[in-house]
Each structure stands twice: as structure tokens, then as C-alpha cells.
Nanobody
Framework: QVQLVESGGGLVQAGGSLRLSCTAS????????ISWYRQAPGKQRELVAT????STNYGDSVKGRFTISRDKNTVYLQMNSLKPEDTAVYSC??????????????WGQGTQVTVSS
């Protein structure tokens, strides 16, 4: 009933910027929260940022550099001052209420971000 589609990944030099997008579509009642996660080779997936209502939270490694925002059913991750260690596959995750009896998590397919030195 719900699909999440990410876009905006690519190759950028250290110090540069990228903006990722994640759009939710389908049949649902409400998006409660949307998060960005990332997973680099040889590492576990980590939480990058979350937006829930008017509140945002960030992982320690990206504070001051990344900004998460939301416009209706699309969430954005503005990434500035990128570092090589930011290289990873970035995926969005949405906590969605489908109806009065169902609330669940959905994942997007992921988008590759590569930061060169």
C-alpha cells in the first residue's frame, strides 16, 4: 500500500553538497515520522536523521552539516560539508499509520552517495 522512492545520490568531492529526496506514495492515513539511515561497506546501518512532527534529530557524526526537512509526503536530506566517511548507501524509512488498526515501517530502495578526497 505504501512505496518510498529515494533520489539525489551521486559522486561529490569532499566539502561539497548533495540533497537527497524521499517521496511516499500509496494508500495510508498518516506519516508519523521519516528517517534517513546509511550503511557503508563493512559497517552496520546507522541512523542519520529523523523528523517527527516539528522535531528533528541527528546522529552525532552529521550534526551541524546535515538538515532534514519535510514537505507533505516528501522528506529531504540536505548534506553540506561532505566528508569521505559519509560515503554510504542512504535509505529512507517511514513510520506510517495505514488505518485505525495498522501502523508499520516502510523502507525505500536506497541511493548511493560517494564522497571523494
Amino acid at each position: 500500500q505504501v512505496q518510498l522512492v529515494e533520489s539525489g545520490g551521486g559522486l561529490v568531492q569532499a566539502g561539497g553538497s548533495l540533497r537527497l529526496s524521499c517521496t511516499a506514495s500509496g494508500s495510508f492515513f498518516r506519516i508519523n515520522a521519516i528517517s534517513w539511515y546509511r550503511q557503508a561497506p563493512g559497517k552496520q546501518r546507522e541512523l542519520v536523521a529523523t523528523i517527527r512532527g516539528g522535531s528533528t534529530n541527528y546522529g552525532d557524526s552529521v550534526k551541524g552539516r546535515f538538515t532534514i526537512s519535510r514537505d507533505k509526503n516528501t522528506v529531504y536530506l540536505q548534506m553540506n560539508s561532505l566528508k569521505p566517511e559519509d560515503t554510504a548507501v542512504y535509505s529512507c524509512n517511514a513510520d506510517i499509520t495505514i488505518n485505525s488498526r495498522s501502523t508499520t515501517m516502510y523502507w525505500g530502495q536506497g541511493t548511493q552517495v560517494t564522497v571523494s578526497s
